[in-house]
């Protein structure tokens, strides 16, 4: 079987998944349920309600980087996006995390937005979030693009 058509990556993204998942069930003191694939890769939950959603990007052969055009990047920003707009998720009651093995240059968008940032830092990263969506000609992230520009 050749790569092209190898589960091999898929599957270790899944087994991600299923370890980092028994890593918040161990690590919290809290009561309450973890779910894998529901309304996010991994969900927290208490009585009923989405306290966290996680994305899990894993990368194997190639570094990868979450630069400003990243589609993991960005791929997650839809996912959040369609959660809110559908009411799935209460801001700020929920946390969004992005759980990566991909590094997140200097200036970034996900450094700008990574946990402790300022709200100024979050303001940058929302102005060129917006500066992006408008001036990105890249056909694959529209529908990103277009989910995160739906929100109020």
Known sequence: MTDQFSAKNPALGYL???RYA???LLKTREEGKVAI???DDVSWEQEGKPLELLQLKHHIS???S??????DFWKTIRVWSCNIKDGKVALPDTILTLVTTASAP???????LKSG????QRQTAYQQM??????SINKDLKVAFDSFLSLT
């Not at 979450?66 to 589609?71: E, M, T, Y």
């Not at 917006?130 to 001036?135: D, E």
Request: no cysteine.
């Open 130 to 135: 917006l500066k992006i969506t408008s001036q």
């Open 106 to 112: 200097e200036g970034s968008l996900a450094s700008l």
């Open 62 to 64: 190639n570094p990868a």
């Open 22 to 24: 028994l890593y918040l």
């Open 37 to 39: 694939e529901l309304l």
């Open 117 to 120: 940032t300022s709200t100024d």
């Open 16 to 18: 991600y998944q299923i």
């Open 66 to 71: 979450l630069s400003d055009s990243s589609p």
